[in-house]
């Protein structure tokens, strides 16, 4: 079963979904694909995988969601792992996917984080709490965790954490100023 989660991340579940996947890495509307073995989403978490695949330096994105498996990659990696791997390894999303990967890339798997805007130190890849972003086992998903989900992701919610952060970064500039100040007399 695949279907488009929105116009820029199709979804691809399950081992049959070869052909969708193919036809995914070379059509220029989808900007990413996620590969599942049988998730449910909370309403928006296609959006919130895709903002966490566009950040800065990343192209892969993993989803903590056990037992199911399931990870975002964007469409330009995806097309040159088709290139390289076998379809049935990158529709099983298993454990060491980032290191196959990483060789496509040419790239070291085990090179520590410390610049995200280089590939080659890591930062392509990231792990996100399939809670966090709204992505549950297939059949766990409750009423109630769609409802806490939708609540943590409500544009009040958002709202309310950027001015706390606005606010934040207010306070700790006024803060800097008063000890620039007393430092000076």
Request: aromatic content about 2%; some cysteine; hydrophobic content about 45%.
């Amino acid at each position: 079963m695949s279907r488009t989660s929105t116009s820029s991340l199709r979804e691809v579940c399950g081992p049959q979904d070869a052909a969708p996947l193919r036809a995914a890495a070379t059509d220029p509307d989808v900007a990413a694909v996620l590969v599942h073995d049988g998730v449910d989403l909370a309403d928006g978490a296609a959006q919130r995988l895709l903002a966490e695949l566009s950040r800065p330096g990343r192209r892969v994105v993993r989803v903590a969601c056990a037992p199911a498996r399931c990870v975002a990659l964007d469409r330009e990696l995806l097309a040159a792992a088709l290139g390289a791997l076998p379809v049935e390894q990158l529709l099983a999303a298993d454990d060491d996917l980032d290191a196959r990967l990483a060789q496509v890339l040419g790239l070291d798997p085990d090179a520590p984080v410390t610049d995200v805007a280089d590939l080659t130190t890591g930062a392509w890849r990231h792990w996100v709490d399939g809670d966090a972003v709204g992505v549950r086992a297939h059949g766990a998903a409750t009423p109630q965790w769609q409802a806490a989900v939708r609540r943590a992701h409500s544009p009040a919610r958002r709202a309310r954490t950027r001015a706390r952060q606005v606010l934040g970064g207010v306070r700790r500039g006024l803060s800097r100023r008063r000890d620039r100040r007393s430092q000076e007399r």
